[in-house]
């Protein structure tokens, strides 16, 4: 478990002109294990994320994810990087003019599979997500959480190794981010690797998982109390107990 | 490129041509008009071209034999000028027959001629050239050949006609040419910007596309099949819009010919091309490749 680092940041900094966004960031990641980074708004946590799907470079040092290091990234590898990660944002970035099936299928209609396989994986990852039902309906029939979890189905359809939310029930209701979470815990029992941003620290603090604290573009603090990773029996934990002690009533983890 | 990501590509080119019918139907529009630019460009061009080739066919010379020569020395000019590698054909004139081609033009019995007693006009060969040999200069050239042939009186070519034909065509050429280069040029700038609008209404799409892993190829496949999809119907369009200036046209000058088959597949062809450059070039200036 502790051997292999899907993600590894070294002495990392980014500067826009005259602003240092993130400072001298070393931080790495395990295979399968989830991390929440929390910070306030403007701490960096996106400009991070971007810098492991390589949406921007370091002014200083580097990232390696998997076998992409990005120091030696020529800009058509790109691609190829982002199929290994899956990622999921606040505002979904669903096509709104396809239906759920063609917002899922697109991510392996990029890697040339056949047909046949993406109709079979696709109504896997839907099945999974619970939205079987709805794969022909456009994006706007959903309900924010629905469109989420397609966001969700689309970044985890190719088994990523890692899978990157930032911030992802920013906009959800309270009932619908301890889905969301849990749907993300799932995730993360079978084996994918999940970071997660958030600026919400009450949320997200009791589960044990290792937290890193961002603020001003610098790491704080990063701890962690229980396992790596969700084994499925935690998971059972949690959703048993969802609405009660780990959960508060208003869907925050709180206890 | 994988088999089953053309297929898919393809399929959702024309997709996309039905999801935003709109701002499709706008762009082959502003195309057409700008598209119908060029064609009015190369039906005047095909014109003048065939308009000067014809004159240049119909260039023959004129050598004026000198009186007094027997049949038999003519004879002997006769197979030297047409031994001579610029001549493409002969024909002997006899002073009976200038007077008949003289009168045929200015009107039978002119006044001129019955007051003379004897026929003035000279027998003359009129030679044809070969294509090569129809430039100002070889003819030129040819002309001194010709009046150094014993018992020819002297060489008309139209010598003043021809320098200012000779002068007049190449100026044409050269300002057809920068014309052509303008107006294709502002063709594929028009085209590359309304290109630029399908692109940024899909801009949201194409952010996605990279965000799950997306090479530019895919990305921009979809959009140089559109660009050549609409640069071709709206060529077509503009053809049509050409053959009704030219109805109107052809009333007050007749001479004036459509463009010909072959010109008009080339020009539709043309279009495709620059409809999928179009968009190749701004898709390029706007995913930075
Ligand atoms: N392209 C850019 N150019 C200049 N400054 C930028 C750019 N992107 C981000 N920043 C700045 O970097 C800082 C960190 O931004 P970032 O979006 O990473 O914060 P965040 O932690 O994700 O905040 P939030 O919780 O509000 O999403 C901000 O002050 C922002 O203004
Ligand atoms: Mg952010």
Redesign the interface.
Known sequence: MEARHVIGMYHLSKRYEDRTVLTDVNLQVANGEFVFLVGPSGAGKSTLLRMIYMNESPTQGQVVVGSFVSSNMKRRQIPYLRRKIGVVFQDFKLLEDRDVFENVAIAMRVTGETNYEIKRRVMQVLTQVGLYHKRYDRPVKLSGGEQQRVAIARAVVNSPEILLADEPTGNLDPDVTAEILQLLFRINSSGTAVLMATHNHALVKNFGQRILHLRDGVIEEDRRVGPRRFSRERLDEISMTAGKSIWSDDGRADR | ??L??GL?LIKESFKTLG?HKGIMFLSIVIMSLTLLVLAVFLLVTDNVLSALERTRQELSVYAYIEEGLTQNDIEQQYKKLLAMKEVESIVFISKAEAMTEFEEEFGEGSAILESLESNPLPASFRIALKDGYKEQSNIRLFAEQVTAVSGIENVDYGKEFLDRFSLMARVFLYVDMILGFIVVLSSVFIISNTVRLTILSRQ??I??????????R?ITTPFVLEGAFQGGLASLVSLALLALIYLVVVKMLPDIAFLDVQTSVLYVLTCIVLGSLGSFAALRRFLRL
């Open positions: 490129m994988k089953y990501q898919y999801r949201k799409s952010e996605i596309l990279k965000l799950v892993g997306a090479t530019n895919f």
